[in-house]
């Protein structure tokens, strides 16, 4: 079972950064593909990016690419999301999800391609 652990979220400014880190529990991590979702109040969940367990493959849907950049660090059991140049459209609250992969090198983009989530970290981005 994976426990993962979204941190770094707050309240920031438009046209500010974030850094939020997801933390796995589990050894084979660096097995694992890994997502970022966010669900804005009165919405449905919506994917925002995606890594391959071994870092080598990303993918960014176009409200954030250029903004943000997902990337991980498999010795530290960890998958980043840099947001930067943020907007109040951006305000949600943010989960990782991380599903196992290897050896391919799927990127996953649905809900229910992921089996395991963590609690999220609310991103709130003042006018």
């Known amino acids: 079972q994976v426990q993962l652990v979204e941190s770094g979220g707050g309240l920031v400014q438009a046209g500010g950064s974030l850094r939020l880190s997801c933390a796995a529990s589990e050894r084979t991590f660096s097995r694992y593909a890994v997502g970022w979702f966010r669900q804005a109040p009165g919405k449905e969940r919506e994917f925002v990016a995606a890594i391959s367990w071994s870092g080598g493959s990303t993918f960014h849907v176009d409200s954030v690419k250029g903004r943000f950049t997902i990337s991980r660090d498999n010795a530290k059991n960890t998958v980043y999301l840099q947001m930067n140049s943020l907007k109040p459209e951006d305000t949600a609250v943010y989960y990782c999800?991380?599903?196992?992969?290897?050896?391919?090198?799927?990127?996953?983009?649905?809900?229910?391609?992921?089996?395991?989530w963590g609690q999220g970290t609310q991103v709130t981005v003042s006018s």
């Open positions: 999800a991380a599903a196992y992969d290897f050896p391919r090198e799927t990127m996953y983009k649905g809900n229910e391609q992921y089996n395991f």
